[in-house]
């Protein structure tokens, strides 16, 4: 799962060191006067009082506008294509699936319960075929009934990667590992149903049949890319910029970039949602097209949170700490921060010139442009998040990352130089996304560091909402030489699959919308996925992650900056907040509402 936090200019960016230390010192007061102590499940507000417990929770009135702020726009809103994780957390406004995330705190809000479906499904003894009835009164935006052939439409839009690429494709891989199908929109079928792994034998029954039994298969259809889409609404490549709403909320109006508005959808029953408060009478997103100067209006009051929840910048982050702690948290995120190096670019097809980025880098400089221990995290050591089971957390540190070579090592990286035919160092660009300062400031920093080992890095900052065209495009970073991309992942559900499968697998390399940025084609990788879908036991599951993550880290396709920490700000006006691990630490939107 993407996260996106834009930013602004060089300069803003350039702040991020000089901060740290004020950073430091007033994160280090501690939590005083402002906090609630902890350690309940029902907080009052104060500093980390949404921090995987309910901030203000009986105080939820209906009625009001929810204003987010925003210095980024979603990769997309169509449900088949979004693929940034605040994307598929605002979502469920106006979306549902068979199942999703229970709307509570912490690690239990990353485990699911019916949405549209009335149950968990009816699983074969084989666990190859998932049986499900949908609720009754679920319903369209227009008040028509929402069926089971919608349902199985949605998925199979998962196939037409030629007009709607950019999302996550697990049911695609899952359900017709071997490619048969064509998709909706070249489907022979006059319904345009074709997909055999589905069937719909009513309008109320959906019937999933996986030709091997996966581990993960009710993660996957709690994800949005598994949400229904209604065939006569369906405007394909065009289908983001008015999502037709199955859930409380509708699109109003969109002006990519620029404002979002959703209103209630008057055809939603609560009755049929088990899982939606629908507190606002309004949800708005406003665009910023400068982050430091969005955090100015967050703490102003005049806006209520950041849709991209990745934490304030800076700038924004030392003022609020000083002045406004009780409206702040400090989760651990889902997510690793990290510099990825695609082998088609050369020299990093060279194992040994990938080793040599990860000595020179000085970690601590990193760890500090990101924001510090508190705002930026740990030093991260390997690739697998400590959210995900089978995580070793920084025990797992085969470059001593966060030990002897914290500051780098230009001896060593001097060596595998040496080793890889650049004796004199060489030269590469670091791809940035231009709107997020934390972003550019690790980016300068690598380069800093880099510089000092013979490899001369120059920075080429791209437009951060063109990503899925930009660095998610193979033949685009080979042509624009971009031998070291900047980026960051949380897991899609909780696990290594679901962490590691879009990276790392050999099959999820897209010509468009690639995640897999390093180009890994390792077949003992793919097969260390198939054992891991095999894995009967909570047990065997982390040892194969731990075999994972161990191919990848020592192949050196990585160079982690950090297991990742949010400084995240709410405004005073909000009620029922809380994060959770559902969305790597966010504050889940769906129940927020306005206080009385």
Partial sequence: MTTQRTSGRRKQAAAAAAVVAALLTTAACGGGDDSDGGGSKSGAAGFDAANNKVAQASLAKKGGELKFATAQDADSWDTTRGYYGMAWNFMRYYSRQL????????????????????????????????????????????????????????????WAQDVLSGGPVYLRDVLDPKGKYKGPYKDSDKEHLGLDA??????????????????????MIGLPSASPVRQDMDTKSKYGLHPFSSGPYKFQTYEPGKSLVLVRNNNWKVSSDPVRKAYPDKISVKYFTNANDMDQRLIAGDYDLDLNQTGLSPQGRTVALKQHKANLDNPVSGYIRYAVFPQSV??????????????????????????????????????????????EGQKYDPYKLATENKNGNVAKAKEELKACGKPDGFETTIAVRNNKPVEVATAQSLQASL??????????????????????????????????????????FPSVQGYGLPLWNSKY?????????????????????????????EAQQAEVAQQINHKVTEGGYYLPFVFERFVQWRSSRLANVYSTNAYNAMYDFVNLGLKK
């Fill in 451 to 492: 510089k000092k080992v013979g490899i001369k890095a120059q920075i080429d900052q791209y437009d951060g909402s063109q990503t899925p065209g930009t660095i998610g495009s193979p033949s685009n970073v080979k042509k624009k030489g971009y031998g070291i991309i900047i980026m960051g992942w949380g897991p899609d």
């Fill in 99 to 158: 199942v999703t995330y229970k709307t509570v705190p912490g690690q239990e809000g990353a485990t699911l319960q019916p949405d549209l479906a009335t149950d968990m499904g009816k699983v074969s003894a084989d666990k190859k075929t998932y049986t499900f009835t949908l609720r009754d009164g679920i319903t369209w935006e227009d008040g028509k009934p929402i069926t089971s052939k919608d349902v199985k439409y949605g998925i199979e839009r998962q």
């Fill in 509 to 537: 390399i897209l010509d468009s919308g690639n995640n897999n940025y390093a180009l890994i084609k390792d077949k003992s990788i793919d097969k260390l996925f198939d054992d891991y879908t095999k894995a009967t036991s």
């Fill in 198 to 219: 589905i069937e719909t034998p009513d309008d109320k029954t959906v019937v999933f049949h996986l030709p091997e039994a996966n581990s993960d298969f009710l993660q």
């Fill in 346 to 391: 050369k020299p990093f097809d060279n194992i040994h010139c990938r080793k040599a980025a990860i000595y020179g880098a000085d970690h601590v400089s990193l760890q500090t442009a990101r924001g510090g221990p508190v705002a930026g995290g740990d030093i991260g050591t390997n690739m697998l998040p400590p959210s995900v089971p089978g995580s």
